[in-house]
C-alpha cells in the first residue's frame, strides 16, 4: 500500500493486514524513527488531527502541522508547490484534509514515488481511515462481519465518512448495509444498499446502529422543520434501540450533537462503543503508517 | 499523588518529594517516553504553556497542544466529550488552563483511573505548580521557610498565584505572611495572613518580597487613578526595597510590567529571582510530571 | 561559531565546515538531544519554519514554535523579557525572524554564553542560512564557484536573499555577480557588483541566474506598469534563457510567482534547482544547528 486515498482501492486481505498490524503494535515503538508527516488539514479539525498527530508521534515520527492560515498558499502558491516544497524538505508522508473531493488524486500525482498519501478526509467523497476503525471496532464485536445487519442513519448523502464505511463493509463481504435518512439526504448511488422506508425498519434486528451527525446547516437547507423534528424522527432514542438485537453496538463518528441524532443516555451507555471507535482511531492510524512504511 | 488540582490537596511530605525529585532530575531523562501529554489552554498563556510543554518534552513525552480556538467546542462539543474523547485516544495526562474557577475539579470526574490531570491556572483560584515553584526557589535562598517574612504584595484577591503560594506557605509551616495590597484588591480570606498597613510596614526586614502583575483593566476599575499613581503607592523601588533585609530576595510570577508594580533596575537586579522562578517553572513541572507517573 | 546573524561574520573556512557537516549528516542522527531551540518568527512564513523545525528535530532537539500572536508580547512584555524568559526556561538556541533590521544584533545582548542565535532573516537585512543553502546548492552544479557568472535578478534592494546570497558569494571569491533589476530596486551598496544595463547583459553567458521572489504591492509602489510588464522585462522566459550556458543552473529562494518573476516552464524545467535549494535548506540549517553545538 503506497497511499490511502480511497478505501475501495484496498482489498480484504490488505485490510486484514492492517488490523493484524493495529493488533500487533506496541508503544513506544519506533517503526517510523526518522521519518517525517505533515499534517495538512485545510479544513478545521482537532479529533481527527489529534489522532493522526498522536499515532505518528507514537511511532516515532517527526510531526509537523501546517499552518495553513499562515502558509504560503495564503500568499498565492499553488498547493503543487507547497506540497512539492514540502516533499523536498523531506516530508515522509503527507496528511491531507480537504473540503474538495479527489483532492489527494491530485496530489498523489504530484509526489515522488516513496512519499505517502493519507487521505484524512476529502470533500463528502472519502474518509478511509474513519472507515478502517470503524471496521475494526466492529469487528471487536461482531464474529463474522458478513452476516450481520448494519444500519446507517442520518445525512449519508453528505457524508464521507459513511461513503467510506459502505466500501469497506462491501469489500468485507457484508451485503446487509441498511440505511435510513431523511428522504433528502439519502446516498445519491444506493446499489448494494438496502434503503429503509421508517427507522423501525432499519433499528429491527440490527447488529450495529452507526448514527451520523448531523450538521446544523443541513437542517434549515432541507426543509427539515428544526432540531426537534430531526431527533423525534431521525435520532436514536431509547425506545428505538429495543428494536434492535440485545447486543447491537451504537457506533458514531463524532463529535456527538447531543439531543439531536442520539440521546445523551445512548451515547454514553453500555451499548455505545464511541470511546472506542476514538481509541481504535489512533491505533489503527498507527497501524496504517506502520504498514505503508514497512 | 494523582492529580494536582489544589495545592491544599499536598502534604509536606509530597511537596518534600517533589521537590527531592526536582533536585535529582537529570536530561535527557525519559520517565515519559511513550506517554502523552495535552496541553488544554482555555486561556491566552505562551509562558506557562511552554513551560509545560518543554517539561513534557525533556521527559520523552509527546507532546499535543490542543488548538482551542479550531477544536470541536467550538463546533459546540461538550467539555466533557472534549476530555474523554482526547482520553480515548490515549492522552495520559492533561495540562488544563481555564478562565472559570474549579474547571479542573469537574474535568477530574471524568477521567480513567490512571489519567493525571494538572491545574496550570483556573480563574482566581488556585495555580498549584506556580506555588511548587515559587517555594522551591525560596528554598534556594533561605535555608528555613518557617521562620522568614515573606511579603506578597499588589492585587491578591484575583491572583491565583497568590492564593496558591499562601495555601503551599501555609503547609510548609510559614507563619509569618504578610500581604499589602489596595483596600479592593485585599484577599476575601485573609486568615493565616498579616494584612499590612503600609508599604513600609510590609518591607520592612522582609525576607521575601513577592510581587503580583496588575491586570492594567482592574486598575480603572477598582478606582485606582493611574499607573503611577498605583507605582507610587504599590509599587517596589529602591528606596522600600531598602527597608527589607539586605539578603531579602524578590519575586514576580511574570509577565513584569516594568515600572508599574516594580522598578525596572529591581526586576534586573542582584536581589531579583524572577529569571530563576521561570528556571525552575520547567524544573518542578518536570518533577510533578516524572512525580505522577512514578 | 557561536550565532548565525550576519553571513558577513563568517569566514571561508567556517562555510566550507558548515558545508563538510552538512555532507556527511546521517539521519536519524541525535547531536541536539536534550537540546531546546525555540523558532521565533515575527513575521509569517511556513517554508522557513518548518525547515527549521525539521532540521531541529531531525538532529534530536526539543523544538517550541512560539506563537506569537498568542504570547507575552501581546500583552506588553518586552522582547528583552520574552527572550530572557524563554532562555531560562532552558531554551538552547534562537531561531528568529523579524521584520525589523538588525533585530538579532539587539538578542544578541541578551544572551547567555552558551545560548545560541540563528537569524531566519530580519527586515531587508540578512537571510544567513538561505545564502549557505543557495551557495551550497551552487557548489553541487559547480566545481570552481569563483570563476563562475552568477546573475541575480529582480528586486535586489529590499531582498535579504539577495543581500547574503551576494556576501557569501564575495566571501567565498566570487567576483562576477551580476545584478538586474528595475532602476527603483537596484542595490544602494553596489560596491564588488556588476550593475546589468538589461537583461541580455545578465543572461548572456551565465552559469547561474538567481531570480528573486518580487512582491506584487512594490510593483505598484514602484511605478511598474503591471504584472505583465514585470514579466515581460525582468521575468525569466525561455528566450531569454538561452542567452546563459548551457549548463546554467536557475534559482530561486521560492515561494515562486508563476508567470511574473518566472515562467512555470523554467521553474518546473531541467535547469531549475528550486526544489534542491529547498531540500539543501534542512541539510544545511542541520549542519549550521549541529556546528554550533559541537
Redesign the interface.
Known sequence: MKHLIDIKDLSQETIKAIFLQASTLI??SKEL??K?V?NLFFE????TL??F??AA??LGA?V?N??ID???TK????LR?TI???Q????DAFVVRHSDNKTCQTIKKWLNPKTKLINAGDGNNQHPTQALLDTYTILQHKQDITNIKISIIGDIKHSRVANSLIDCLNILGNNSIHVYAPEQLLPTRPNKLIICKDFQQAASDADVIVMLRIQKERIAKHAIPDLDNYHHNFGLTNDKLKLAKIDCIVMHP?????GVEITSSIADGNQSVI??Q??N??LVRQAVLAYMFK
Open positions: 508503544s513506544p524513527a526518522g517525517s505533515a478545521n479539525s482537532t479529533r489529534i489522532s498527530e498522536l508521534k507514537k517527526d509537523i501546517v499552518n499562515k502558509s504560503s500568499k498565492g502558491e499553488t508547490d512539492q516544497t514540502l523536498a524538505m523531506g516530508i463524532g463529535p456527538v450533537n447531543r470511546l472506542e476514538v481509541k482511531g489512533v
